[in-house]
């Protein structure tokens, strides 16, 4: 768990305001309240007021520490409204629109992160992936020099039977569906730098294949392969196997038999999946077969901190997002203090 307590140390340090919208899902709302005592963030639920005191009622939860805002009845649903339209107007979105939008929690929320009134937001035990991150990006936007948002999961590898122990990443398994070469190559760019920031640590990457090192000849191998080169070419200094098969991407003796001059060895900390299907399914399996825990799926590319949840999610994986985004929150606002010199 080395990794994630210093996520959670790095957290406590410095905490930033993290909203949550789905505070009226028992899970969320008791993550939320365990957070705010942890000290890993200061934390703003959206929602019906009346909802939530008698959820914290039932629950035997105190709400003192929580920023709560209903949308219906906010001083800043007005404001954040008009910016709501001059963000989408050229979308198509009229005023009226924005106006019925913006009392939409999940809306609320990623604008509440818009206009500086939040750090991050964090959604998904109730909405949809594709929801949270449609919002995600329309309203928050990409980063500079990013053209594609992805997702990551963190899958921690901390039980006993766990022949590898510690963080890894792996990416895309929530987000980008059919990726060509070139949006693959942004997503091992982008998984790469979340390696180095979550987990402290060089990335290693192994762009996963049913074929290692040309093994195997097809179209999909070859798209993998193509992306690896496209990120060779722009981080060169970063290691990577291109094609390579999950044993031999995790397993140094595999590594040596298969891909003798793997510049992974079999160590690698950043699983990249060819597509969606492999990714999730891949996901899923490492946590719900293979004992991980799995942290997300976080964003990667957006110009602010806005993470999903499975909709699955138990209190503790909800509680890790909430660090992890304030940890991506720090991050964001050193990178926004570096570039404005
Ligand atoms: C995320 C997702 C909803 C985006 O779908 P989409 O149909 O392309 O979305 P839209 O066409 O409505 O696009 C919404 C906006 O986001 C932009 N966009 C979509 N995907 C993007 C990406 N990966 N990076 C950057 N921008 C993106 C579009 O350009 C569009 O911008 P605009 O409204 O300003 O014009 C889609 O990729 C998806 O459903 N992914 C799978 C999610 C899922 O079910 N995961 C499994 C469980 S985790
Ligand atoms: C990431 C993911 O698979 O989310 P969900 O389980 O909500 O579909």
């Not at 699983?271 to 399914?281: K, T």
């Amino acid at each position: 768990m080395k990794a994630l307590n210093e996520i959670l140390a790095r957290a406590r340090r410095s905490p930033r305001r993290i909203v949550l919208c789905e505070g009226e899902d028992e899970r969320v709302l008791q993550a939320a309240v365990k957070a705010a005592e942890d000290g890993i963030a200061h934390l703003t639920l959206v929602g019906k007021w009346a909802t939530l005191a008698e959820l914290a009622r039932s629950r035997a939860l105190s709400l003192s520490r929580l920023e709560l805002i209903d949308p219906d009845d906010s001083p800043l649903t007005e404001s954040l409204a008009e910016a709501l339209f001059a963000l989408r107007r050229k979308k198509g979105m009229t005023r009226e629109d924005a106006a019925a939008a913006i009392r939409e929690p999940l809306c609320f929320a990623n604008m509440l992160v818009r206009e500086g009134h939040a750090d991050g937001s964090v959604a998904g035990a109730v909405h949809t992936t594709g929801d949270v991150v449609r919002s995600a990006i329309q309203i928050l936007g990409l980063a500079p020099g990013c053209r594609l948002v992805s997702s990551f999961f963190l899958m921690m590898l901390c039980q006993p039977f766990h022949s590898l122990k510690g963080g890894m990443i792996f990416s895309d398994c929530g987000l980008v569906i059919d990726p060509d070469a070139e949006q693959l190559s942004q997503i091992a760019m982008a998984a790469a730098d979340s390696a180095e920031a979550l987990l402290g640590e060089q990335a290693r990457v192994a762009m996963l294949s049913f074929s290692t090192s040309g093994s195997a000849q097809h179209g999909n191998v070859e798209k993998v392969v193509q992306a690896a080169r496209r990120v060779k070419e722009r981080r060169p200094g970063l290691a990577i196997d291109e094609d390579v098969q999950l044993d031999a991407a995790i397993v140094a003796e595999i590594a040596e038999r298969k891909l003798p001059d793997s510049q992974v060895k079999g160590n690698a900390n950043v699983l990249i999946f060819p597509d969606l299907e492999a990714g999730n399914i891949g996901y899923k399996l490492a946590e719900r077969i293979g004992g991980a825990e799995a942290i997300g799926p976080l964003l990667q590319g957006l110009a602010k901190p806005a993470n999903d949840l499975s909709r699955g999610c138990s209190v503790d994986d909800i509680y890790h997002v909430i660090a992890v985004t304030t940890v991506q929150a720090q991050a964001a606002e050193a990178r926004a203090a570096a570039a404005a010199g």
